[in-house]
């Protein structure tokens, strides 16, 4: 992931990739009248809904709300961020494709503990595509990410060390996602999908909300989201709670957001606890 707050993931969150999720990352613009009231210092007051509101308005392709929202959190050197910030630059979101600014970005967010952005530069220096293959960064950067829990960085340090072992379908996704090749990846995260691998159709539900490697397409976006996250993936419920939370791919309806959001942080995946403590501080309706 994505990839999305953005692979959050898009974010990720978002991380389609990595875009864990973008997958992974940030969030509340047209959600209520409070949100949309929102100022700079709210969100310097509260990281976490300035997060929230930017990956509403990525959701939307408002890219250049987004930027704003993000470079004011980048100022205090949020992770979720930079890390935002470098997905918008990579993939020529809103501004021209810069692959040395995304690396400068990526590089800040992860010496800045964000474990998205030391497993998508475990990925970019792993597999020697956009930037030139160092074995020993992608190792340090994947290691780091895989102490902080993520499986998918565990899994890609235990591929290094076995080079020989074939790569199964998500893992030659991964792969050709890092590389650029996302029409490609997007072929085998549905491949792997259709088997059963939930993280997989996570990464392809991101990669339709953004449009990346096929036609974007929220109602799809959000069909894959919704099967993942009755599933019980976490970063796909945190994507539903957004859609709900927005009325972006599913009708608005907050119960029904907060409902996924608290099933979502219950797996502890950190854009939501990060959403549940917003919610916290900024009541509304």
């Not at 960064?137 to 895989?146: G, M």
């Not at 960085?153 to 792969?175: G, K, V």
Request: with cysteine; net charge neutral; aromatic share 8%.
């Amino acid at each position: 992931m994505p990839i999305f707050w953005l692979h959050s993931n898009v974010c990720a969150a978002f991380r389609p990739y990595g875009v864990k999720g973008m997958l992974a990352a940030c969030l509340l613009s047209g959600v209520t009248a409070q949100a949309q009231d929102s100022t700079v210092q709210d969100w310097l007051r509260n990281p976490a809904m300035g997060n929230y509101k930017a990956y509403a308005e990525f959701k939307m392709a408002h890219y250049d709300a987004a930027r704003h929202i993000w470079e004011t959190l980048a100022g205090l050197g949020n992770a979720d961020a930079l890390f935002n910030l470098a997905i918008l630059a990579e993939d020529g979101l809103g501004e021209a494709k810069d692959m040395t600014k995304a690396e400068a970005l990526y590089l800040t967010a992860a010496n800045a503990g964000g474990f998205k952005a030391q497993y998508r530069l475990g990925m970019l220096y792993s597999s020697g595509g956009v930037l030139a293959q160092d074995l020993l960064k992608a190792r340090q950067y994947l290691s780091l990410a895989a102490a902080y829990g993520d499986k998918d960085a565990a899994a890609r340090l235990a591929t290094l060390a076995q080079p020989e072992r074939p790569l199964n379908a998500f893992e030659e996704a991964e792969i050709l996602a890092s590389n650029g090749q996302h029409a490609q990846a997007a072929a085998l995260y549905q491949r792997s999908a259709e088997a059963g691998n939930l993280t997989a159709q996570t990464r392809l539900a991101w990669m339709y909300e953004a449009g990346r490697g096929v036609p974007r397409d929220l109602d799809q976006a959000a069909k894959l989201f919704m099967a993942a996250a009755q599933t019980g993936n976490a970063e796909a419920q945190f994507a539903v709670a957004v859609m709900h939370r927005t009325g972006q791919g599913q009708p608005k309806d907050r119960a029904q957001s907060m409902r996924w959001l608290k099933e979502s942080a219950q797996q502890h995946y950190p854009a939501a606890v990060a959403a549940l403590k917003a919610e916290a501080e900024q009541p509304v309706d």
